[in-house]
């Protein structure tokens, strides 16, 4: 027995349970290392001031001056694998001491989307402290994939099911 569920339009999934699964993005505010400890100045706001440590308070962490400075740059237009990709790099420089650096270090990532697929056909990354890194797709076929490939074996019944559903199976045979 083939069973057949269709899917949302809207991309989500269910579990067993039957609740929704949606991506997760957790909001960054801001850059920790940038700001002086809360005990230093007596807390935050109209919030409490946080106990005190035995040996007294906690000294506070200087403040740096200055960010990563970030920069974009459109890279232009090329054929890849035979694909269309547009490309971007991307340049951070991250200052003398932002995590006990003692010199300014430089990232750059670039990658090459194609607008048609959706998808990054080329990506580079540099960076000091991990080295170069490099990911490719190759041998890109656009044409549509034999039919038979998404059809049941011979001899499989189909079942279209409509919301969930649970598969049993008998171990004896």
């Known amino acids: 027995m083939a069973h057949r569920q269709e899917l949302p339009a809207d991309g989500s999934r269910r579990t067993s349970f039957g609740a929704q699964i949606q991506p997760q993005i957790q909001p960054t505010i801001g850059d920790p290392a940038n700001y002086t400890t809360a005990l230093s100045k007596g807390g935050l ?27 974009m740059e459109d890279l232009g237009t090329q054929i890849i694998e035979g694909v269309t990709a547009e490309g971007k790099r991307h340049t951070t420089t ?24 959706k998808e990054v056909i080329l990506g580079k990354s540099d960076d000091p402290r991990s080295g170069e890194h490099t990911h490719k797709l190759f041998n890109i076929d656009r044409s549509e994939p034999d039919p038979s490939l998404f059809e049941p074996p011979p001899g499989y019944a189909v079942k279209n099911e409509r919301g969930e559903f649970t598969i049993s199976w008998n171990t004896a045979r």
């Open 45 to 71: 706001g109209n919030a409490p001031t946080a106990a005190k440590c035995p040996d007294g308070p906690l000294p506070a962490k200087p403040r740096r001056e200055q960010g990563p400075q970030t920069m």
């Open 94 to 117: 991250r200052p003398v001491d932002s995590f006990g650096n003692d010199r300014p270090i430089t990232t750059t990532s670039e990658s090459w989307t194609s607008p048609d697929l």
